[in-house]
Structure formats: C-alpha cells, structure tokens
C-alpha cells in the first residue's frame, strides 16, 4: 500500500537557524497537512493545504512558519527561525479525494520528522 | 471543535474483546466519529469511522448511539501490537478543510 515518506526521521539545529522538512504525500491525495507533536503531549494541527493554497491554519503556524508544494510531490514545511520550543515531532499527512471510495477525510499519516532545537 | 471525553487508560487481556468509550455530547448533525490510534514511536493511524450507523471493518467496529452523544470502538481480539493511544475525533464530512483535533485519547495497555 502506498505511503506517507518524510525526510529527514531526525533534524537537529540551533536556535534561530531556518529548518526545511520535506514531505511526499501519497501519490493521487489531493488534501495536505502538517501536525506536531512535542513529547509527551497530544498531537497539535498546524495546517491543512489544498489546491495549492493554505485551507486553514491553526495559532500556532505563525508568520515563522510556511508550507510549500513546489513540484508535483513534494510537500515542505519551513521554519523560518526555529526556537527552542520548536523541538517536537511533526507529522505530514495527505487525504484523498472524496469520490476515491476512502472515508470522508481519512488521513494518512507519515512516521514523522523529529526536530531538536539546540 | 466539539470536544470528545475519553479515559485516560484502559487495560486488556491479549486476545480478549476490548471497548473504548467516547462521549462527544456536542456532537452536531454533520459531525463523523473518527477514530485513530498511535502506536509508540509512530505517526497516528486511521482506524475507523461513522456517521450514525454502526460500521465494522477488518480493524475494528464502531457502535454509535441512537442520539450520537457517545460512541465505543470495540476491538474484537487484542493483540499486543493493539497497544497505543486511541484518539475519538469529530470531523465533519467533505467540504471542510478536514483538519484533525486531537484529544489526549486512551491509552490501550494489552497484557499477554
């Protein structure tokens, strides 16, 4: 079965640095998203990306944060300067189009790209 | 968001019938139950989903509530790879940008 691939599985940087994580969603999915997940707390939505543009943002995904598909495949996730409290683990996910007979809003979720700020 | 309510853990006996309770009081008319889980060291995983009525799948069930003010999602045998987080979400259906609230969901201990 198809999946959600995230590079890298870790990153660290220091503080104030600019991170890029880079993310394939599955091939035919047409919905994007990124989440995180600092340790040992719940998983936290940041944005949801749809027919190229932002569909809706959460508090936190401010002006440091930006998505970006540049090419067919690729999704990415950029950190403009990464503070401390940026370490967390951040989940790419993708969705399918409504008609592909899947759930209304099934998501399919990457392992993860786990940042460490310094 | 309407809220869900989940326990904060529950236990099981490998391959014994295990229920999940969810109350979601708020839910409103439009509003899917849709349950995930996350294994340790792992992204969250869809497990099932439903509208009003009951649903099973090669994962799990799904039993909902004649006013859709609580749901269970039952797992018919534990397995120890069973062992995660289960989060009950409300999403609504198609047409909303289909972002996901996690809760702080139930973790599932299975014991052998």
């Known amino acids: 079965e198809p999946e959600v691939t995230q590079t890298p599985s870790h990153q660290v940087t220091q503080m104030g640095q600019e991170v890029i994580l880079r993310c394939v969603p599955i091939?035919?999915?047409?919905?994007f998203y990124w989440y995180r997940q600092i340790l040992g707390q719940k998983v936290e939505f940041l944005v949801s990306?749809?027919?190229?543009?932002?569909?809706?943002k959460s508090e936190i995904f401010d002006d440091q944060f930006s998505v970006e598909r540049p090419d067919g495949s690729n999704f990415t996730l950029k950190i403009r300067s990464t503070k401390l409290e940026d370490s967390a683990m951040y989940f790419c996910?993708?969705?399918?189009?409504?008609?592909?007979?899947?759930?209304?809003?099934?998501?399919?979720f990457g392992p993860g790209t786990r940042l460490t700020v310094l | 968001d309407a809220k869900t309510t989940q326990p904060n853990s529950m236990e099981s006996n490998e391959e014994e019938p295990v229920h999940l309770p969810c109350n979601h009081s708020t839910i409103s008319g439009t509003d899917y139950i849709h349950w995930y889980r996350q294994l340790p060291s792992q992204g969250p995983e869809y497990v099932i989903h439903?509208?009003?009525s009951n649903v099973n799948n090669r994962m799990a069930s799904l039993a909902i509530a004649e006013d859709r003010k609580s749901s269970t999602l039952i797992l018919h045998r534990a397995t120890l790879r069973d062992a995660a987080v289960y989060y009950c979400i409300l999403n609504l259906g198609s047409g909303n940008t289909g972002k996901l609230i996690f809760g702080q969901g139930t973790t599932l201990q299975v014991k052998p």
């Open positions: 091939s035919n999915h047409l919905y």
């Open positions: 439903g509208l009003t």
């Open positions: 990306f749809y027919n190229n543009e932002i569909s809706e």
């Open positions: 996910a993708s969705s399918p189009p409504p008609s592909s007979g899947r759930a209304q809003n099934e998501q399919f």
